[in-house]
């Protein structure tokens, strides 16, 4: 138990449904992220939340929309994706002290949720 | 640019012995460098970090690992290796703000190196 819970841990989708993976952390964080972990390829971050604010998106493109109604809850919303989208799409947190300085404050991760586009 | 570089695809080692899983980097000013393990199946799990101090960091599971500032090293360490051990392991180095995943407290990965403990 990480602390982070990602919620569903499989997804199946078609390319025209809308969907959206969920996650929660009960770390007291206030900085969550979305991670992309795809075969073969090295992690890739998508988005990141500090408290509540979207501070970064990593060229994501639009099929994928993230929401952070607060510091506790993450949301990416999925619609009209493609069969190169499935992947085991990561949540993290992480806590965030500010100013434009290198953390060296610990990430932890869920255990992911497996999507697979059909 | 800031990098993480892990040049081995697979370590394999047998049982009992010990092991070492390799990593560089590169990056501009004081790195801040990280060890996770993903079991199969799982999510990442932090094992250790390296943020300033002594160059031999202790972690779970009875890893450690050696900062070496002039070879721009981190490797992974364990004296005896065990059959759960294996695994794939993941470098990474903290990012500086505005560069690539450069939004502060993120991280930059290496590809993995998937570890083999054979009994």
């Known amino acids: 138990e990480t602390g982070v819970t990602q919620t569903p841990r499989h997804l199946v989708m078609g390319m025209t449904n809308k969907k959206s993976l969920k996650c929660e952390q009960h770390?007291?964080?206030?900085?969550m992220y979305w991670y992309k972990q795809s075969a073969k390829k090295p992690l890739e971050l998508m988005f990141v939340?500090?408290?509540?604010?979207?501070?970064e998106n990593n060229s994501v493109p639009s099929r994928f929309s993230p929401e952070c109604p607060n510091s506790s809850h993450l949301f990416l919303h999925l619609h009209t994706l493609q069969p190169e989208d499935s992947a085991l799409y990561l949540c993290?947190?992480?806590?965030?002290?500010?100013?434009?300085?290198?953390?060296?404050?610990?990430?932890?991760f869920g255990e992911g949720s497996w999507l697979t586009v059909v | 640019a800031q990098s993480v570089a892990q040049p081995e695809d697979q370590v394999n080692v047998a049982e009992g012995n010990p092991l070492t899983v390799k990593c560089t980097y590169s990056?501009?000013?004081?790195?801040?460098l990280f060890w996770y393990v993903q079991y199969p199946n799982r999510g990442l799990q932090f094992l250790l970090k390296?943020?300033?101090?002594?160059?031999l960091v202790k972690g779970s599971y009875g890893f450690e690992a050696e900062f070496n500032k002039s070879q721009t090293s981190f490797h992974l360490k364990k004296p005896s290796a065990l059959v759960s051990d294996s695994a794939l392991y993941f470098c990474?180095?903290?990012?500086?703000?505005?560069?690539?995943?450069?939004?502060?407290?993120?991280?930059?990965f290496g590809k993995g190196t998937k570890l083999s403990v054979k009994p």
């Open positions: 770390l007291g964080h206030n900085a």
């Open positions: 993290a947190s992480s806590q965030d002290r500010g100013g434009n300085v290198r953390s060296g404050n610990t990430i932890y």
């Open positions: 990056v501009s000013g004081n790195p801040y």
């Open positions: 939340y500090n408290f509540k604010e979207q501070t």
């Open positions: 990474a180095v903290s990012a500086l703000p505005g560069g690539y995943g450069g939004s502060q407290g993120n991280l930059i």
């Open positions: 390296y943020i300033t101090g002594d160059n």
